[in-house]
């Protein structure tokens, strides 16, 4: 067995969140993540509304 045939993770790649992440005003690697998150469970809420009410979301808001 060669040692690229272990089962050790791949640590060359970098986390994707890094210690040294901070908020800060304006456009940033930060802000864009966090919003990338929230779209993710906003769009799962979305889902998961439209599951067990078994209405789409226009049906839902009241809209025709």
Do not use: C, H
Not at 2 to 12: A, C, Q, V
Not at 16 to 32: L, R, V
């Amino acid at each position: 067995m060669s040692k690229s045939d272990s089962l050790e993770p791949n640590t060359s790649q970098s986390p994707s969140a890094t210690p040294d992440d901070q908020a800060s005003f304006g456009w940033n690697i930060y802000a864009e993540r966090i919003n990338g998150r929230f779209a993710m469970v906003g769009f799962l809420a979305l889902l998961l509304l439209e599951f067990f009410t078994r209405q789409d979301f226009f049906t839902w808001l009241g809209l025709p």
